[in-house]
């Protein structure tokens, strides 16, 4: 997922997914699975064939629609054949037309950009004599749990992944509570990282858009106040763990700790920085 700095535009963070497959040794057999639902399921999907990628939008809304780009024969893709890798590869998986030509070369480069800007974000973080890869991957996770938009940080990236195999405590965490997203915070400053910090602040200043505005302990990733929950009865979840939710009705609920924590990272960001 390319994510690095430009001259002009600060941070380059389109909405893709990239995969560059690379030949080691042989010539290895493959199958590509390609097989996106829209709207979590509940829309049906059309797959158009250009010369340079495949669409794949809705029925319903032609607008909604993904494109997926590769180096692979795409009637391969599309009809699941089975494919002898004899050189590198790609496919790229983006929510817009690319307006410029896509091939290996810059694929790879995308590659290379996006690792260099996480070895750098890695060479800031604090070090330490003992488990410092393990510091170090799970510092990872909570800057991707940070939207860089507005600043929020998510509880998951997932929804609906059970606390138990089988039972229904299934809930949809890709929310920003304001303590959870506090202790991340407050994690992120005390190892380096003031500018996740920053943003953080700048999304609770941005909840607040008057005196008479309360706080609440759940927000959307763009500072959204209801998060209506719905349950998806025609998909079976993980593990066949039902139910699956999307929206969490936890924003009505009143927890007074979350100012707590919330007050700790304004103090630790404004008095030691």
């Not at 915070?185 to 943003?199: S, V, W």
Request: glycine share 4%; with cysteine; hydrophobic share 35%.
């Amino acid at each position: 997922m390319p994510r690095y700095h430009t001259v002009d535009e600060g941070y380059y963070t389109p909405p893709e997914v990239h995969r560059y497959i690379r030949l080691l040794a042989g010539k290895p057999q493959l199958r590509i699975y390609y097989d996106p639902i829209l709207n979590y399921a509940r829309e049906q999907v059309e797959h158009i064939k250009y010369p340079d990628y495949i669409r794949t939008n809705s029925v319903k809304n032609i607008r909604d629609s993904i494109y997926l780009y590769s180096s692979f024969q795409l009637d391969d893709i599309l009809e699941h054949r089975e494919i002898v890798l004899e050189k590198d590869e790609y496919l790229l998986l983006a929510y817009s037309q690319k307006l410029v030509k896509i091939d290996i070369k810059r694929i790879y480069l995308e590659y290379q950009r996006t690792k260099v800007y996480w070895l750098n974000w890695d060479n800031r973080s604090r070090k330490f004599r003992k488990y410092n890869e393990l510091v170090s991957r799970s510092l990872l996770i909570l800057k991707l749990m940070s939207y860089q938009e507005t600043g929020a940080v998510l509880a998951a990236l997932t929804t609906s992944i059970p606390e138990t195999i089988g039972e229904v405590r299934n809930w949809d965490y890709r929310f920003c509570w304001i303590r959870d997203a506090s202790m991340s915070i407050e994690t992120l400053l005390k190892m380096g990282h003031r500018e996740a910090a920053g943003r953080y602040i700048g999304f609770v200043k941005s909840v607040l858009r008057s005196k008479s505005d309360s706080f609440q302990i759940i927000y959307g990733i763009n500072g959204e106040r209801v998060l209506q929950e719905e349950i998806l009865p025609e998909l079976a979840g993980y593990e066949n763990s039902r139910p699956v939710r999307i929206g969490n009705a936890a924003y009505t609920q009143r927890q007074n700790d979350s100012l707590g924590y919330l007050m700790d990272v304004f103090y630790r960001y404004y008095y030691h920085f």
